[in-house]
């Protein structure tokens, strides 16, 4: 047979098997970490959400471009077409006043480039981008480590050689 027509079934015994794994997560070892053990038409039962960490710490970034983390409570701030209370303290011409960081110019900048007075519609609703933090352990382990620190690892490395 020409391999062209056997392409359809290399891909249903695929899916066959797919499914075959998919239905034993047990055998196979699978869980997900956010349901852990409990079968798949079963709704598990989330642990309450506390109230989100409070510190006004600023946290450090990890990388280039990501939003930070807001380092306090913003349950019940008001976001929609009459009012956005983050820009209550955030916008630039308010931080003297708050103290809080003023929303970087980019976020006054519209999808064409252009410059604007006010906050553009794409940084309207903060909460897309930014979050408060909850005081909880991480259900999946992360072993991300930012530029500074593989720079670092890489200059010990380099050094080690030369000794
Ligand atoms: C009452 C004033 C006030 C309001 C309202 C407010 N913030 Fe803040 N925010 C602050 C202050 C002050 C800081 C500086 C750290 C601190 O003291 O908590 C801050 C810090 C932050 C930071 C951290 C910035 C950085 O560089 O680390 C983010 C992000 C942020 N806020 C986002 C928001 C968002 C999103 C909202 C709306 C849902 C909001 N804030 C509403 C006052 C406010
Ligand atoms: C589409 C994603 C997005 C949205 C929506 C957004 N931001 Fe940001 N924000 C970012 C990114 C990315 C950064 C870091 C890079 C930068 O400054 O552009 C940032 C930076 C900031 C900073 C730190 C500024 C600094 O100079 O350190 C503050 C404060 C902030 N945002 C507040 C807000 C507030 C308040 C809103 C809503 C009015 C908002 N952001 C909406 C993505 C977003």
């Known amino acids: 047979m020409h391999l062209r027509k056997l392409i359809p079934f ?21 869980v997900d970490a ?32 990501q939003p930070p983390t807001i380092p306090h409570r913003v349950d019940g701030y008001q976001i ?21 960081v003023p929303v970087s110019p980019t976020h ?7 410059a604007l007075q006010q906050i553009s519609t794409r940084r309207y609703f903060c909460l897309q981008c930014h979050f408060a933090q909850e005081p909880v352990q991480p259900i999946v382990g992360n072993g991300f480590e930012n530029v500074d620190a593989l720079a670092k690892k890489a200059a010990d490395a380099s050094q080690a050689g030369k000794k």
């Open 10 to 30: 290399i891909g249903l015994v695929g899916l066959c098997c797919a499914c075959v794994f998919a239905q034993q997560p047990a055998a196979t070892g699978l």
């Open 80 to 100: 929609d077409k009459n009012f956005n209370k983050c820009m209550d303290c955030h916008a630039r011409d308010k931080s003297a006043f708050t103290l809080a």
């Open 108 to 114: 006054y900048i519209d999808r064409d480039g252009k």
């Open 34 to 65: 956010a349901r852990g053990r409990v079968a798949i038409p079963d709704p598990t039962k989330p642990p309450p959400l506390t109230n989100s960490v409070n510190d006004d710490q600023r946290r450090p970034r990890n990388y280039d471009m």
